[in-house]
């Protein structure tokens, strides 16, 4: 049995050659993409000349030669998206699309080696307050799991600027089973035409469905008339309580998925331009984007997935 002195000096002696490629790959990629002198990124890196060139010339690992395909592969893949996945995004894609399975600590040090990071960013949202004419208890509790499509819905409005002064905003309608957007409607104002729009698309959609319907206590939802819509189609109203977004999490987790995948990454010149852009991000979201608490398929995929098994 080998003494832990011994396994440890092993070990070390793995990490270091691991790091070690690390540092070979970087300076790999910097001096075929930019000619940079091997000499000085080697004395840069704090290894040997010598020590480059004969990892380099040495006949490469199978393990070494699937890296070199994972990298064109991320490549693609970071290009294909404008840059918005993040490591964890990466692996579920490669895994999905590839005849193979490789682990996200993987993806995360091969992205770093390619300098490759998501673009994504958040920003925090400003909350109006509005004087309710009716009310509803927090039905929801933040039990945010549904077992099928139709059980709970989650609803909001979130507001999106264009050219110099333009702002629209989008009402949308999410699915807690699959986390799907059911409904979505962008408008030039934020009133009750554009959230009860929303809402009739949804149930003329999916007339079967009694959802418990949560969202915030913004004017629209605690209107008489809303409620009157709300009761009419068997539906339950449940609302966030003051001052407490985290009631409505998973829809405002989707306000900063597609802000920051998509709302941020450019300006939007004209509504026409925004609108497009928003409709096919959110036929993205649907039908494309892979999410890791969907057993890494899409919202739509699960959503069958979760019929078939009823």
Known sequence: MLSKKTRRNRKEAVLSQTQNETVYLAIQEIYDEQGCSISELCRFAGISRSAYYKWLNRKPSENEKFNQKLCVLIRDAYEE??????????????????????????????????????????????????????????????????????????????????????????????DLSDKSIVSFVIGHSNNNALVFETFDTAH???????????????????????????????????????????????????WGMLKSEMYYLKKFQTYEELKEAVSDYIDYYNNHRYQKRLNCMTPIEYRNYLKDAA
């Open 204 to 254: 003329e959609n999916h007339p079967d469905a009694r959802p418990l319907f949560h969202s915030d206590r913004g004017y629209q939802y605690t209107s008489k008339y809303f409620r009157k819509k709300l009761n009419k189609a068997g539906m339950t109203q449940s609302m966030s309580r003051v001052s407490r977004c985290i009631d409505n999490g998973p829809m405002e987790a989707f």
């Open 81 to 174: 998206k404008s840059g918005i996945l993040g490591y964890r995004q990466m692996t579920i894609k490669l895994n999905r699309e590839n005849e193979f399975q490789v682990n996200a600590k993987r993806i995360l040090r091969l992205m770093r080696i390619l300098h490759l990071k998501s673009v994504c960013r958040r920003r925090r949202r400003n909350y109006v307050k509005s004087t309710p004419e009716v009310t509803a208890e927090n039905i929801l509790n933040r039990e945010f799991h549904a077992e099928r499509f139709g059980e709970k819905w989650l609803t909001d409005v979130t507001e999106m600027k264009y050219g110099a002064s333009g702002k629209a905003y989008l009402s949308a309608i999410l």
